[in-house]
């Protein structure tokens, strides 16, 4: 019965998309830390940022209870800041799929600092794999992405920070 | 206790809050495009770790204050960010150079926070700074050494930055009765014990961006106690006017 509930809002947060990703599920980046059920029988669904100022977060808290609504009356959910968000949550299914629309996603992992500080970008082309790129722009179109254009076919692109 | 927790959280959440404000003073009007991008990055980054701060500070208080009572029902005596901060952007280079003279400090102090706080909140909301931070730090102190090291027009002008708002940075590595208790209590980093690995940090920084570290020429104070500069009435009016003059006003 519990584990119904809970499997039932999984599936649901699954296909809650990011609002700036759509393409992306909350669940795909990693954001969804879990869901459980409380002393008041309250589904709690635990729901990470990716970073503390993404203005996303607010719509995606509503976009969740608009899914989960249909069918779950009794839930909330429960922003929680620990352990921090990483892009070491994304799977490499996930990363493939953002190759796929046009968006680098984060190389590696977190635990490279060098990468992360910049030392040694080895971002490659999500358009024509070439390895010989270059950072545009430290901040980008959002605060979890950075701009990068290509030097073998030109292509801009949005690179996915690692951290 | 309990209130020594309140106000730390407050500094905490004060620093972001009002530099996040003035770096949003930028927002369109950036040297580059994608200078402008970055500092409107930065300053949302900033904010969201004032509103968890903020949100914890209420939540510690226990007076029913959530973090939109606190940031826009305060007024400027209330207010305990250091005074760096609040300080006009000027021109690009100034800009630069105090959110590397913040960053550098900021950084310490989120890492020591996210290590050492036995309250978890504070530790987890510091370990996600920890990453936007340092982020914002390498962005900051590049800057500063292109600056330094570029033209000699560049050069003098980001040098006269950094004299002006040198006396501004001893400010964030004074202990008073609030963090001396916190420390005590294991919560919160004796800001003191910062300063050493700032000033290491800073001077690698300025060696490589060719300019001089200041001599120490005293050191402006008050901000912890709400004793500011007349800037900070004029960037809270700005930012509080439109919940003061509608309460509780919904987009």
């Known amino acids: 019965m519990v584990e119904e509930r809970l499997s039932r809002i999984q599936a649901c947060l699954s296909n809650v998309q990011d609002p700036e990703l759509p393409f992306l599920s909350i669940t795909e980046l990693g954001m969804i830390r879990g869901c459980e059920i409380d002393q008041n029988g309250t589904a709690v669904i635990l729901l990470t940022p990716t970073y503390s100022g993404c203005p996303a977060t607010d719509a995606i808290q509503d976009d969740i209870s608009e899914a989960v609504s249909e069918f779950e009356t009794n839930f909330r959910v429960k922003l929680v800041h620990s352990p921090a968000w990483t892009t070491d949550w994304i799977d490499n299914d996930t990363r493939e799929k953002m190759k796929r629309h046009g968006i680098a996603p984060p190389d590696g992992n977190s635990a490279d600092k060098a990468f992360l500080l910049g030392k040694e970008r080895k971002v490659s082309c999500p358009r024509c794999r070439s390895a010989n790129t270059k950072m545009i722009s430290a901040f980008g179109s959002t605060a979890c992405k950075a701009h990068f254009q290509c030097e073998s076919c030109l292509e801009p692109f949005d690179h996915f920070k690692c951290i | ?251």
């Not at chain 2, 930055?161 to 964030?172: A, D, F, K, Q, V």
């Not at chain 2, 420390?183 to 003191?192: I, N, R, S, T």
């Open chain 2, 1 to 251: 206790m309990e209130n020594h927790l309140h106000a730390g959280l407050l500094r905490l959440g004060d620093d972001a809050l009002i530099l996040a404000q003035r770096l949003g003073e930028w927002c369109g009007h950036g040297p580059a495009l994608e200078e402008d991008i970055a500092l409107s990055n930065v300053a949302l980054d900033l904010l969201g770790q004032a509103r968890a701060f903020l949100t914890l500070a209420g939540e510690r208080e226990g007076n029913g204050r959530d973090e939109d009572a606190l940031a826009y029902f305060r007024t400027d005596r209330e207010f305990t960010n250091a005074l760096l901060v609040e300080l006009p952007n000027g021109d690009f280079g100034d800009t630069i150079m105090r959110q590397c003279l913040f960053d550098q400090f900021a950084l310490l102090r989120y890492e020591a926070l996210s290590a050492q706080s036995i309250d978890k909140e504070v530790s987890a909301i510091a370990a996600k700074a920890v990453k936007e931070v340092r982020y914002h730090a390498e962005h900051s102190s590049q800057w500063v050494i292109r600056l330094g090291d570029g033209t000699s027009e560049s050069h003098h002008r980001i040098q006269k930055s950094l004299n002006r708002l040198w006396s501004y940075t001893g400010e964030l590595f004074a202990d008073d009765a609030v963090t001396e208790s916190l420390a005590a209590d294991g919560l919160m980093p004796l800001l003191a014990n910062l300063q050493k690995p700032w000033q290491e940090a800073m001077n690698q920084i300025l060696l490589e961006a060719t300019l001089v570290m200041p001599e120490n020429s005293g050191t402006q104070t008050g901000g912890r106690s709400g004793l500011h500069t007349e800037h900070l009435s004029y960037l809270l009016a700005e930012m509080q006017v439109l919940p003061r003059t509608y309460p509780g006003a919904q987009w």
